[in-house]
């Protein structure tokens, strides 16, 4: 046994910038973080002047931390961990430069985040500082989507690191099957989803395993027990990681009367106990993932996050999560059409938008990696500290200010002109480019197509039955108008263009809606009341409370009694209550004047009544089809009522200083549950699409791993770039969102049930769940995972967020046949979420994109944020501004006390209740 070790690596992932603290060098910001950081690099010095083995293995954000942060309010801190990296005494491994989503991120912003993190321009990269680094890489909130081993593995890292937990701070546990002892505490080969690469994944825990092994004492004997029958037959690796302003690496302040009780002391006293122990001695990942082979595979199909329900609930669940996004999304679509349409200017105009792109400095390429950190969206929930809220929406503004800049530039210099004739018969001409959705994309497949709808307003009112759509080669059209104003002759004088757009392959498609010479016979294909909308591909009937009973195409009924529903759950007394509309009032049942364009639009409330007051929820919910579609297209606007605020940050570590109110659990604004059953003893498939253009699936076959978990209450593990899809192998819906209404990196949570040993699944675009979380395997004490839910602010409802608020989206429904969604409809979806741009001509006469008009997106938070006194300014404007006044000789505030510990340990349970 003497051949035989344990290895303990302790991490400690550095992070200053959080999304419950503000910029400010006291407990409200990264005060508490240089307190804990100074005392561990303390207590690692002061064991090795002692002669005692102690190390550590470091993991950074590096543009927050190691740019700005720490250099500017702990130089001491810096030459710290240089010292000691240097010195081989401690380890540096791959972080995130950007404190990124790099789940959320495009193939070309990954790329760049992780050169950054080995070395950039400012000097604070791994190599930069430390010289040598651990080719392994411990992601920012563990995230990892599909297509990200392969890059990896491009840049020269040999290894990630994923959470296999036993409470719920966790990243794969409750995805694979059971490790075995060995596999637990040894590299594994983690196999692509995409191509044949691999790379090493190694098992990582936290202090929240450590309390359920009894103690690290405790569990490295184990451990070892294991070693000796054989179970494990070589060497053992323990990786600890947390949060380096963890409080329980430095101990929790109890008397020294009480220093024999297990984990109280933290990092002392791990290092007391390697120390002691023979078989047990502190080492590095690097080095051990070179010396000990991978001892099995495992391949993991869902997206990845340590977040609540160990998925992306805690990033993309929050309405300003979705706000945010939003504004995002509109410069990338910005950003594809200017890249696209560039092509054909000048060299010194493609210069200057090579510059407004992607150039350094304040280019909205480095604007985006900036808005990536995934402090700007959570983890904290409810809320978001107000100064991470304006630094996230200052480098939105930024984005969208660049990107419309250079998408006018490419406008004017594309030769791209509307289709207008001579003959005085167009009332409006535009053309449609053709632009791709990716870098990597030549351009929109030939014969791609997708439904369009365009705002206009003719040049002169025009009578709507004598309209008709023409390209330019004076071919029909299939058009109609929706949303129509007129004048007192009953003549259009604005309205909403809705027409199918086929690619033709060129790089742009030229139109112009036409006033004929007689009226125009409209299609019969069509048909809208107020219980039936119907165009001959898909039918959709109310039932007579204006409920959605059937949704039927030829891949048959997908409508589970109630297709799409209106709700929010709340706790009005001592108890939740889910509250939903008994009924939905059709309205406005119509078919277009061209006869292509069906709509119904159904309104409905429902009344929360709390502390004698009525709070109403209401809704509209727009219904359309058009000819020659299979699709149902839905558009949803909700508000939520303003309910009191009167809860506080309970986490201890938590410093928003704003209220929210704790009685919100669930926001419905479109819940839809489609007629899909897995077969008897299957599972529901889900295929999703993220940002790297990589499409792959994961199945609900979650109570194979873990009977407990066989029907989540929430589960977000599909980043979604626009569309996801659910099937049951033989037939699926697809669900895409046009990113230009609304946009979440994951914005489709989804709950499941089973029932006879059939799941299906409800999904809440641009909602939120809540429920019971995973079981994660845990076997051991107990305590440890109710004290993690119960202290985890990220474990409450994001709910909260919606107090007040509003959700509008707008989504395509496509039923098909078969278990993947086929190309042609993938393709359809891609081109629904971000619709091909639109040139017209402005007052001037010249091409102009309307989309490049952002004054309108960005008023609302240009108002809420103060965006105009920050224009300019660089995160180190922000941190000087927040420490204008800060005097760094103030007596440090004390850490949390034990009643704030019984407070969220009471608030955890009272929520859960």
Same mark, same amino acid.
């Given at each position: 046994?003497s051949?035989?070790?344990?290895?303990?690596?302790?991490?400690f992932?550095?992070?200053?910038?959080?999304?419950?603290r503000g910029?400010?060098?006291?407990?409200?910001?990264f005060g508490t973080?240089?307190?804990?950081i100074r005392e561990?690099?303390?207590?690692?010095?002061?064991?090795?002047?002692?002669?005692?083995?102690?190390r550590?293995?470091?993991?950074?954000? *590096?543009?927050?931390?190691l740019?700005h942060i720490?250099?500017?309010?702990?130089?001491d801190?810096?030459?710290?961990l240089?010292?000691r990296?240097?010195?081989?005494?401690?380890e540096?491994?791959?972080?995130? /430069?950007?404190?990124g989503?790099l789940?959320?991120?495009?193939?070309?912003e990954?790329?760049e985040?992780?050169?950054?993190?080995?070395?950039?321009?400012?000097?604070?990269?791994l190599a930069?500082?430390?010289?040598?680094y651990?080719p !392994?890489v411990?992601?920012?909130?563990?995230?990892?989507?599909?297509?990200?081993v392969?890059?990896y593995l491009?840049?020269?890292?040999k290894?990630i690191a994923l959470y296999y937990?036993?409470?719920p701070?966790d990243?794969?546990r409750?995805?694979?099957?059971?490790?075995t002892p060995?596999?637990?505490?040894n590299?594994?080969r983690?196999?692509?989803t995409?191509?044949?690469?691999?790379?090493?994944?190694?098992?990582?825990?936290n202090?929240?395993? !450590?309390?359920?092994a009894?103690?690290?004492r405790k569990?490295t004997?184990?451990?070892?027990?294991?070693?000796?029958s054989g179970?494990?037959?070589?060497?053992?690796?323990?990786?600890i990681?947390?949060?380096?302003?963890?409080?329980?690496?430095?101990?929790?302040?109890l008397?020294?009367?009480?220093?024999?009780?297990?984990?109280?002391?933290?990092?002392?006293?791990?290092i007391?106990?390697?120390?002691?122990?023979e078989?047990?001695?502190? +080492?590095k990942?690097?080095?051990y993932?070179?010396n000990?082979?991978?001892?099995g595979?495992?391949?993991?199909?869902?997206?990845?996050?340590?977040?609540s329900?160990?998925g992306f609930?805690?990033?993309?669940e929050?309405?300003?999560?979705?706000?945010?996004?939003?504004?995002?999304?509109?410069?990338r679509?910005l950003e594809?059409?200017?890249?696209?349409?560039?092509?054909?200017?000048?060299?010194?105009?493609?210069a200057?938008?090579?510059r407004?792109?992607?150039?350094?400095?304040?280019s909205?390429?480095?604007?985006?990696?900036?808005?990536?950190s995934?402090?700007?969206f959570?983890m904290?929930s409810p !809320?978001?500290h107000?100064?991470?809220?304006?630094?996230a929406f200052h480098?939105a503004?930024n984005m969208?200010?660049?990107?419309?800049r250079?998408?006018e530039?490419?406008?004017?210099?594309? +030769?791209?002109e509307?289709?207008c004739?001579?003959?005085?018969?167009?009332?409006?001409c535009f053309?449609?480019?053709?632009?791709?959705?990716?870098r990597?994309?030549?351009?929109v497949?030939r014969?791609?197509?997708?439904?369009?709808?365009v705002?206009?307003?003719?040049v002169?009112?025009?009578?709507p039955?004598r309209?008709?759509?023409?390209?330019s080669?004076?071919?029909?059209?299939?058009?109609?108008?929706?949303?129509a104003?007129?004048?007192?002759?009953?003549?259009? @004088?604005?309205?909403?263009? /809705?027409?199918?757009h086929?690619?033709?392959g060129?790089?742009?498609?030229?139109?112009?809606?036409?006033?004929?010479?007689?009226? @125009?016979?409209?299609?019969e294909s069509v048909?809208?009341?107020?219980?039936?909308?119907d165009? +001959?591909?898909v =039918?959709i009937?109310?039932?007579?409370?204006?409920?959605i009973?059937?949704?039927?195409?030829?891949? $048959?009924e997908?409508s589970?009694?109630?297709l799409?529903?209106?709700?929010?759950?709340?706790?009005?007394? =001592?108890?939740?209550? *889910?509250?939903?509309?008994?009924?939905?009032k059709?309205?406005?049942?119509?078919v277009?004047?061209? $006869?292509?364009?069906?709509?119904?639009?159904?309104?409905s409330?429902?009344?929360?009544?709390c502390?004698?007051k009525?709070?109403?929820?209401?809704?509209? *919910?727009?219904?359309?089809?058009?000819? +020659?579609?299979?699709?149902?297209?839905?558009d949803?606007?909700? =508000?939520f009522p303003?309910t009191?605020?009167e809860?506080e940050?309970?986490?201890s570590?938590?410093?928003?200083g704003?209220?929210f109110?704790?009685?919100?659990?669930?926001?419905?604004?479109?819940?839809i549950?489609?007629?899909?059953?897995?077969?008897?003893g299957?599972?529901?498939?889900?295929w999703?699409h993220?940002?790297k253009?990589v499409?792959?699936?994961y199945?609900?076959?979650?109570?194979?791993?873990?009977?407990?978990?066989?029907?989540?209450?929430a589960c977000?593990?599909?980043?979604?770039?626009g569309w996801?899809a659910?099937?049951?192998t033989?037939r699926?819906?697809?669900i895409?969102?046009?990113?230009?209404v609304n946009?979440s990196?994951?914005?489709?949570?989804?709950?499941?049930?089973?029932?006879?040993?059939?799941?299906r699944?409800?999904?809440n675009?641009?909602?939120?769940?809540f429920?019971?979380?995973?079981?994660h395997?845990?076997?051991?004490?107990n305590?440890?995972?109710?004290m993690?839910?119960?202290?985890?602010?990220?474990?409450r409802?994001?709910?909260?967020?919606?107090?007040?608020?509003?959700?509008?989206?707008s989504?395509?429904?496509?039923?098909?046949e078969?278990?993947a969604?086929?190309?042609?409809?993938?393709?359809?979806?891609?081109?629904f979420?971000?619709?091909?741009?639109?040139?017209?001509?402005?007052?001037?006469?010249?091409?102009?994109?309307?989309d490049?008009?952002?004054?309108?997106?960005l008023a609302p938070?240009?108002?809420?944020h103060d965006?105009d006194a920050?224009?300019?300014?660089?995160?180190?404007?922000?941190?000087? *501004?927040?420490?204008?006044d800060?005097?760094?000789?103030?007596?440090a505030?004390k850490?949390?006390?034990?009643?704030?510990?019984?407070?969220?340990?009471?608030?955890g349970?009272?929520?859960?209740?």
């Amino acid at each position: 046994m003497s051949d035989k070790k344990i290895y303990l690596v302790c991490g400690f992932h550095v992070n200053c910038n959080h999304s419950w603290r503000g910029d400010r060098n006291d407990k409200t910001g990264f005060g508490t973080d240089l307190k804990i950081i100074r005392e561990i690099i303390r207590i690692l010095d002061e064991a090795n002047e002692r002669g005692l083995d102690a190390r550590g293995t470091w993991d950074f954000d *590096h543009y927050w931390s190691l740019e700005h942060i720490i250099p500017r309010f702990a130089p001491d801190i810096i030459e710290g961990l240089v010292r000691r990296i240097k010195q081989g005494k401690d380890e540096a491994i791959l972080g995130c /430069w950007n404190n990124g989503d790099l789940a959320a991120s495009t193939v070309e912003e990954f790329r760049e985040s992780l050169k950054r993190t080995i070395s950039n321009s400012a000097g604070s990269g791994l190599a930069d500082l430390f010289g040598a680094y651990s080719p !392994v890489v411990r992601t920012q909130e563990t995230m990892f989507t599909h297509g990200g081993v392969e890059l990896y593995l491009e840049q020269g890292v040999k290894a990630i690191a994923l959470y296999y937990s036993a409470v719920p701070f966790d990243s794969v546990r409750n995805f694979i099957p059971r490790l075995t002892p060995n596999e637990m505490h040894n590299p594994l080969r983690f196999h692509s989803t995409e191509s044949d690469a691999a790379m090493l994944m190694m098992p990582m825990y936290n202090q929240g395993d !450590v309390m359920t092994a009894g103690s690290l004492r405790k569990w490295t004997a184990a451990i070892r027990k294991k070693q000796k029958s054989g179970e494990i037959p070589g060497n053992a690796l323990l990786y600890i990681n947390m949060d380096a302003d963890a409080e329980l690496w430095t101990g929790i302040g109890l008397p020294k009367i009480f220093d024999r009780l297990p984990n109280t002391r933290g990092l002392a006293e791990f290092i007391d106990t390697v120390n002691d122990t023979e078989y047990l001695e502190f +080492g590095k990942l690097g080095d051990y993932i070179e010396n000990n082979p991978p001892v099995g595979d495992i391949t993991v199909r869902q997206d990845l996050a340590d977040g609540s329900y160990c998925g992306f609930n805690s990033w993309t669940e929050k309405l300003v999560n979705q706000g945010l996004w939003r504004l995002s999304e509109k410069a990338r679509k910005l950003e594809r059409t200017a890249d696209f349409l560039s092509a054909a200017a000048t060299p010194d105009a493609r210069a200057e938008i090579e510059r407004l792109l992607r150039g350094p400095g304040g280019s909205c390429f480095e604007n985006k990696l900036l808005l990536l950190s995934t402090t700007h969206f959570g983890m904290n929930s409810p !809320v978001v500290h107000p100064d991470r809220a304006r630094v996230a929406f200052h480098l939105a503004r930024n984005m969208l200010e660049t990107s419309s800049r250079a998408a006018e530039l490419a406008a004017a210099q594309s +030769g791209v002109e509307p289709l207008c004739g001579e003959d005085g018969a167009e009332l409006f001409c535009f053309s449609v480019v053709n632009q791709t959705k990716y870098r990597d994309q030549a351009a929109v497949e030939r014969g791609a197509r997708v439904l369009m709808r365009v705002p206009f307003m003719p040049v002169r009112p025009a009578d709507p039955a004598r309209l008709a759509l023409k390209d330019s080669s004076g071919a029909d059209v299939p058009f109609d108008i929706d949303d129509a104003k007129t004048d007192a002759d009953g003549n259009v @004088v604005s309205a909403v263009l /809705w027409f199918a757009h086929t690619a033709d392959g060129s790089p742009s498609q030229a139109y112009a809606l036409v006033e004929t010479s007689e009226p @125009v016979a409209p299609a019969e294909s069509v048909k809208a009341s107020s219980e039936l909308l119907d165009n +001959g591909l898909v =039918s959709i009937r109310l039932d007579p409370r204006g409920r959605i009973a059937s949704f039927a195409s030829s891949a $048959g009924e997908f409508s589970d009694g109630q297709l799409i529903s209106l709700g929010a759950t709340y706790r009005a007394e =001592s108890n939740r209550k *889910h509250y939903t509309p008994r009924a939905y009032k059709a309205e406005s049942a119509r078919v277009g004047p061209a $006869g292509r364009l069906g709509s119904i639009s159904l309104s409905s409330k429902t009344v929360i009544f709390c502390k004698g007051k009525n709070y109403t929820v209401e809704g509209r *919910h727009i219904l359309r089809v058009f000819d +020659g579609f299979p699709r149902l297209f839905v558009d949803a606007d909700v =508000s939520f009522p303003q309910t009191p605020s009167e809860s506080e940050d309970i986490s201890s570590s938590s410093h928003t200083g704003k209220k929210f109110d704790t009685r919100w659990y669930e926001v419905m604004p479109a819940e839809i549950r489609p007629a899909l059953f897995s077969p008897p003893g299957g599972f529901l498939r889900v295929w999703k699409h993220n940002y790297k253009n990589v499409t792959n699936s994961y199945d609900f076959d979650y109570g194979a791993i873990d009977k407990a978990n066989r029907a989540p209450d929430a589960c977000n593990n599909q980043v979604t770039d626009g569309w996801l899809a659910v099937s049951d192998t033989k037939r699926g819906l697809l669900i895409s969102a046009d990113a230009g209404v609304n946009s979440s990196p994951a914005y489709c949570p989804m709950r499941v049930r089973e029932s006879g040993g059939r799941q299906r699944a409800s999904l809440n675009p641009f909602g939120t769940y809540f429920g019971k979380q995973f079981s994660h395997l845990n076997e051991g004490f107990n305590l440890a995972y109710e004290m993690t839910m119960a202290i985890g602010a990220q474990h409450r409802p994001t709910a909260p967020s919606f107090n007040g608020g509003r959700v509008r989206m707008s989504l395509m429904l496509a039923p098909y046949e078969g278990d993947a969604p086929s190309q042609a409809l993938r393709t359809e979806a891609d081109l629904f979420s971000m619709p091909p741009a639109v040139i017209v001509r402005d007052s001037q006469g010249k091409p102009s994109i309307p989309d490049s008009d952002i004054a309108a997106d960005l008023a609302p938070c240009r108002a809420e944020h103060d965006l105009d006194a920050c224009a300019g300014w660089k995160y180190s404007d922000f941190l000087e *501004h927040a420490n204008k006044d800060f005097d760094p000789g103030a007596k440090a505030e004390k850490g949390a006390s034990i009643a704030t510990f019984v407070r969220m340990i009471a608030e955890g349970i009272r929520i859960r209740s």
